[in-house]
């Protein structure tokens, strides 16, 4: 090896690290902060949550409806004719197996992007007995399916998966 090819490598090594010194922080700058990092999941303890009971939680700054199914609930939406719907779905597509009394949607319409009433002791839960919009009047079941209304699709269903029987984490 002669001296100039040492110095060859050792110039074009230096530029390559030279280089990722430089990419480095520009590529590391566009990674989520950890504030957001935070907010991407969020844990929920389903303990307290009585059947034919609903709460309103908050992931990534939207509202998030969990519902606790009694059995009665549960057999009204196994009734419904699924072809009969506007966006077919059945209730066991939108639960957990083995935690098929959990609903869990996001609490916004899909027609607009209002909050339906439903969730919270007292509230209207339409003529469906799930939740309803009063913005425009869409009426959702107990499983989250759109019956009657504007609204062109069901109330969505996050990623999430149950850590435990009474833990659930969504995103």
């Not at 959702?140 to 609204?151: F, V």
């Amino acid at each position: 090896m002669r001296r100039r090819d040492f110095i060859n490598i050792a110039a074009v090594s230096a530029a390559g690290v030279g280089g990722l010194a430089v990419l480095y922080p520009l590529v590391s700058q566009m990674a989520p902060s950890k504030d957001v990092l935070a907010e991407s999941t969020t844990e929920l303890d389903l303990s307290a949550i009585q059947p034919g009971q609903a709460i309103k939680a908050v992931f990534r700054k939207q509202p998030v409806f969990v519902r606790n199914l009694t059995p009665q609930e549960i057999a009204t939406a196994n009734e419904v004719a699924v072809d009969s719907l506007r966006d077919p779905e059945t209730l066991t597509e939108r639960t957990k197996e083995g935690h098929g009394n959990w609903l869990i949607t996001m609490g916004v319409c899909t027609h607009l992007g209002c909050v339906p009433l439903g969730a919270g002791e007292g509230e209207n839960k339409g003529e469906f007995g799930g939740y309803f919009c009063p913005c425009h009047g869409s009426h959702y079941d107990t499983a989250g399916r759109i019956r009657k209304g504007p609204a062109p699709a069901n109330l969505v269903v996050p990623e999430y998966e149950f850590t435990s029987d009474t833990t659930v984490v969504i995103g």
